[in-house]
């Protein structure tokens, strides 16, 4: 199957710096990346949609300048949470499709952002 | 808009058969997938439907109505390392996915 690789897995970080996430699709051409955040007991909220090439979409309420996702290539898109503070800490997740790959959706590992 | 109900909790024993129920309305419905998430992990793939009826994997089966806007995931021969959470997601156009809010299910020696 596709594989989707996420990093880093786990990071802390100082109120106030910016994190970049990747997500790398190792077999495949994606086409399209999904990122998503999931806070403790809940369920995976999308934030943002990639199109390779092109900005990315975010969905209401997801402050797009203070979470930069970037899709410059097929292979991989990068997500910086920049100015974080303490209520950005979350679990974000990526998920990738790509032509031929059908209905499944391919998520990387997650990311389990800290900010103290 | 759209949205997804599902039960928050289910507990069961080993052994046991379970359904997880799941209704949805949304718009540009394409199909309705099923995904398990252990704790700290990331969801992983179990099942879709794009068509009414059953589809039967191994222990686990999920079933859809369209007309009724309904799903649900079966869950046979219970064992412990199916306590996780599932989650039904809708698929729209662009692959793109809605998660209902979870189900955590406790399987009880």
């Known amino acids: 199957g596709a594989v989707v690789s996420q990093h880093p897995s786990r990071v802390i970080c100082k109120s106030g710096t910016s994190v970049k996430i990747e997500c790398r699709s190792l077999d495949f051409q994606a086409t399209t990346m999904f990122w998503y955040r999931q806070f403790p007991k809940q369920s995976l909220m999308l934030m943002a949609t990639?199109?390779?090439?092109?900005?990315?979409?975010?969905e209401q309420g997801v402050e797009k300048d203070k979470f930069l996702i970037n899709h410059a290539s097929l292979t991989l898109s990068t997500l910086t949470v920049t100015s974080a503070h303490p209520e950005d800490s979350s679990f974000y997740i990526c998920?990738?499709?790509?032509?031929?790959?059908?209905?499944?959706?391919?998520f990387g590992q997650g990311t389990r952002l800290t900010v103290v | 808009g759209q949205s997804l109900e599902q039960p928050s909790e289910v507990t069961a024993v080993e052994g046991a058969i379970v359904q997880i129920n799941c209704t949805y309305q949304?718009?540009?419905?394409?199909?309705l997938s099923w995904y398990q998430q252990h704790d700290g992990g990331a969801p992983t793939f179990l099942s879709y439907n794009a068509l009414d009826g059953l589809e039967e994997t191994g222990r686990f089966s999920s079933f859809l109505s369209r007309s009724d806007s309904y799903g649900y995931l079966l869950l046979q021969e219970l064992q412990m390392k199916d306590s996780a959470s599932y989650f039904c997601?809708?698929?729209?156009?662009?692959?793109?996915?809605?998660f209902g809010p979870g189900t955590r299910l406790s399987v009880l020696p």
């Open positions: 949304t718009s540009g419905f394409y199909g």
């Open positions: 998920s990738a499709s790509g032509q031929g790959l059908g209905t499944e959706a391919f």
């Open positions: 990639s199109n390779e090439g092109s900005k990315a979409t975010y």
């Open positions: 997601a809708v698929s729209r156009r662009g692959q793109n996915f809605v």
